[in-house]
């Protein structure tokens, strides 16, 4: 019958339940949605890679960007290939009444020699794959507002030309435009065709772009690309193992972490929550565990008494939590991707998610009620029916002595010392929150109830700064993640400005050369003009695979208009290193993916070879998130020999309106170019995706001070009702309601002021250490007095807050009732 004693205690104090289990609910909920959002955005970007890549095995490019038609039938023929696909990209531009600027009209067209593969997936919604036409998503159509049949215009080299809409198909990677037509200013909009009506309307014919190769199951790939090679012989075709690394497009690391922070912390609270009131409830049935044992109760049982307690607000909160978790989970992803302007339909992951949490949700509250369950099997017998007072070790001064031997690793000049800071603090918070306390009662400002609370604070320290410490450690982490987030956003038109090559980025579909450079360079405005090639390579971590992009380096571009940045004391010798022979230079993110040295060697695999180049720096860029290395002309041209120059770079005469140039380019060059970009187009797309990841974050650290303020009323209710009888003999000395409102408000104000101050100076310390310390120099030292003003806002809301349901319940007891209690 221990189940049904078990429920009978939890029902005896409902209120302390009711909140414990509200604290437990809250934090299963925040976990799940946490886990379920990083889960589903690594799907995301996983899947948007399989789409794009057409799920690939292997692709074959050409240095000369395109080749014949021939040599798709001849890797055709190869037995070890389950499925095979080529196709071709062709710029156009579309002529519509809502298009009223040149960038805006720019559509890519992509011409398949099949529809009817495993390398290509695509939801019909409208129309017919195998009509002839052009191909859109749904997302398309309706900012087009074109339906399937309908025509559209596109202008073609030979002239105009009225082109069928043959099908309109679900949103997909491999069709993704823009979301707005605001957006359709900096991205291209996609369409999918044949291949052979891409070599007609572009009088192509037998040429394509590129082929992408599936292998049956269980064949060895190297050997099948190996015999490839062999039987095609042609030292221009470039063969590149496709390798879904989602790094390329997507660095979100740091976000995953921290929304992990904030949603183990949201957990975390809860168990801090659960333990003071375990914690409690044994100290007040200590004479009911000594009457247990008397009639032949064992630890063992007691133990099992009060985990059972726990297990059915665990229980509770799972069967309320994850049905919550759903909802906000839910919200996260709408705020994350649509930051991100995604208009890929996302469909929510919870595989892990769901085991996990459950998991967890039992896991943390069962440790974090083991100290107090343990100290219930322990109660002596005899002294607590002869109500005799058991003799307390303190533990205080060797907290102390062992706190500030910690302290000392916050002069460790690493990240790791703001780890040894909030241990320290951790350790210390009862000895910094009893100073503040007495200062508090000292002072005028809370007037004389407050000293009473004061006074109570410190009778029940332990409990209290349990409550108090996680105030703090919200607040913190709240401050730390602003000042990121501010750091970033001031730095954002600065950092663009230094790894932006230029004031004119541009890709093409054909080969950049030296007469569409000249006739840039006669261009209104235009000072100078560099092409540069883009190679993918792959690496590997252990048995994992990796891919990012390496940049072409002209040193004489360099010089003044680079793709990246370091010290300017390192900038010139870091291109100088470049020239040397064998050399590499990685983004910072790249370096620390790879997780070496400046100076050893990293091996890369490209066109089927093995490449060792030594790595002579690392340096900040925004280009592809920092994902990405960079190789001098010389070094690439020997990976690649020959290969034709794609990317772009402009220099601009100071004046000159970038928007003008963007525009005459387009019009110049409407079937090559696939996309232009300007320097203040680039800082405005940055600009935009801060604000929303921002205030997700903002709204997680709010839940997480929520939880924090359940906490403090649960302590206040305890605390009080440990009191009441105290607070009779108040009464009837004269004490007024009001007063003793007040006394216990005061008590919470107390408990929270501790919380927000001790917070604050964390906080603050924490952002100077992280500033310190970290070796991405985009984050500065900069406390966000918004934040700040916001912590103090609502660690005081939410600490009067919890003070008005304590101070309610024991003004309702009336003085007589009160006097009578033990």
Not at 375 to 383: G, L, Q
């Amino acid at each position: 019958m221990l189940w049904l004693a078990s429920l009978r205690n939890l029902i005896r104090k409902k209120s302390r339940s009711f909140f414990t289990l509200l604290a437990i609910l809250i934090g299963i909920t925040t976990m799940f949605a946490v886990i379920s959002t990083v889960e589903t955005a690594k799907y995301l970007t996983t899947e948007q890679l399989k789409e794009f890549t057409g799920n690939a095995d292997y692709t074959i490019h050409s240095t000369s960007n395109t080749f014949s038609e021939e040599i798709l039938d001849e890797v055709e023929t190869n037995s070890d290939i389950s499925s095979i696909t080529g196709l071709v990209h062709r710029q156009t531009k579309i002529n519509l009444d809502s298009a009223h600027h040149s960038a805006e009209s720019n559509l890519r067209l992509t011409g398949l020699s099949s529809f009817d593969n495993e390398l290509l997936s695509l939801d019909v919604i409208a129309g017919n794959l195998d009509q002839k036409g052009i191909i859109i998503s749904e997302t398309t159509a309706e900012l087009w507002n074109l339906r399937a049949g309908e025509i559209l215009n596109i202008q073609l080299p030979k002239g105009n030309k009225d082109v069928a809409i043959s099908a309109i198909v679900a949103d997909t990677a491999l069709l993704e435009g823009p979301a707005s037509w605001n957006e359709a200013s900096n991205k291209n909009w996609r369409a999918l065709t044949t291949l052979d009506n891409i070599q007609e309307l572009y009088n192509a014919p037998n040429q394509i772009g590129e082929i992408r190769i599936k292998f049956k199951e269980n064949v060895e790939q190297i050997s099948s690309i190996t015999a490839i090679k062999d039987s095609l012989q042609n030292e221009e075709l470039i063969f590149q193992k496709v390798v879904l690394d989602e790094r390329q497009t997507n660095q979100l690391e740091e976000l995953y972490f921290m929304l992990y922070a904030i949603g183990g912390l949201a957990m975390l609270i809860g168990a801090f929550i659960l333990y003071n009131t375990l914690y409690v409830s044994v100290s007040e049935r200590k004479n009911e565990i000594a009457i247990m044992k008397t009639v032949g109760y064992t630890p063992n049982q007691v133990k099992i008494l009060f985990l059972m307690e726990v297990l059915y607000l665990v229980i509770i909160g799972l069967i309320l939590g994850i049905p919550a978790g759903f909802m906000l989970a839910n919200l996260l992803q709408d705020g994350l991707f649509g930051s991100f302007q995604t208009n890929i339909e996302v469909k929510m992951q919870f595989m892990y998610a769901l085991p996990l949490s459950i998991l967890l949700g039992i896991i943390i509250p069962m440790l974090a009620s083991l100290i107090p369950v343990t100290y219930a099997s322990k109660v002596d017998v005899i002294s607590s029916l002869k109500s005799i007072p058991t003799e307390k070790v303190s533990g205080q001064k060797k907290r102390t002595i062992i706190g500030c031997i910690v302290l000392l690793g916050v002069f460790i000049p690493h990240a790791i010392s703001i780890v040894f800071l909030l241990v320290a603090v951790i350790l210390l918070y009862p000895i910094m929150m009893k100073a503040l306390t007495i200062l508090f009662s000292k002072t005028s400002f809370l007037g004389y109830e407050g000293s009473i609370a004061g006074k109570s604070t410190l009778l029940t320290l332990n409990r209290s700064s349990n409550m108090s410490l996680i105030l703090a450690i919200a607040i913190c982490l709240g401050l730390l993640v602003s000042s990121i987030f501010t750091s970033l956003e001031q730095n954002i038109s600065r950092d663009v400005i230094r790894s932006f090559g230029g004031n004119i980025q541009f890709s093409s579909e054909t080969p950049i050369s030296n007469e569409k450079l000249e006739q840039i360079s006669q261009m209104d405005g235009v000072k100078d003009v560099m092409a540069y090639s883009e190679s993918q390579a792959t690496w590997s971590i252990g048995d994992e695979n990796r891919q990012f992009t390496m940049i072409e380096v002209k040193n004489d571009w360099y010089s003044n208009n680079p793709l990246f940045y370091a010290h300017e004391s390192e900038q010139k010798q870091i291109l100088d290193a470049l020239e040397e022979k064998d050399t590499i230079l990685l983004g910072e993110y790249a370096f620390r993916e790879w997780g070496g040295k400046i100076g050893d060697t990293m091996t890369i695999y490209q066109n089927g070879k093995e490449n060792s180049l030594r790595v002579v720096g690392k340096v900040n860029t925004t280009q592809y998130g920092g994902y990405t290395a960079f190789i001098s002309e010389e070094n690439i041209n020997q990976l690649h020999p020959n290969v034709s120059p794609s990317k772009g770079l402009i220099l601009l005469d100071e004046y000159t309106d970038e928007s003008s140039v963007k525009n005459e380019l387009l019009n110049t060059f409407p079937f090559d170019l696939s996309s232009v970009q300007t320097l203040n187009e680039e800082i405005s797309k940055q600009e935009r995706a801060l604000p929303g990841v921002k205030s997700l974050f903002s709204g997680l650290l709010m839940i997480a001070i929520i939880i924090t303020g359940i906490g403090i009323l649960n302590t206040l209710t305890m605390n009080v009702m440990d009191r009441v009888r105290e607070i009779g003999v108040m009464r009837a000395i004269a004490f007024t309601r009001w007063q003793i409102y007040k006394t216990i408000i005061s008590e919470g104000l107390i408990i929270g002021l501790n919380g927000i101050l001790i917070g604050i100076s964390l906080g603050i310390a924490t952002i100077y250490l992280n500033a310190k310390t970290s070796e991405d120099i985009l984050i500065e030292f900069i406390v966000p007095l918004e934040t700040i003003l916001i912590s103090i806002i609502c660690g005081l809301i939410v600490s009067i807050a919890a003070s008005v349901l304590p101070s309610y319940t024991v003004n309702k007891i009336t003085i007589s009732k009160s006097l009578k209690q033990d």
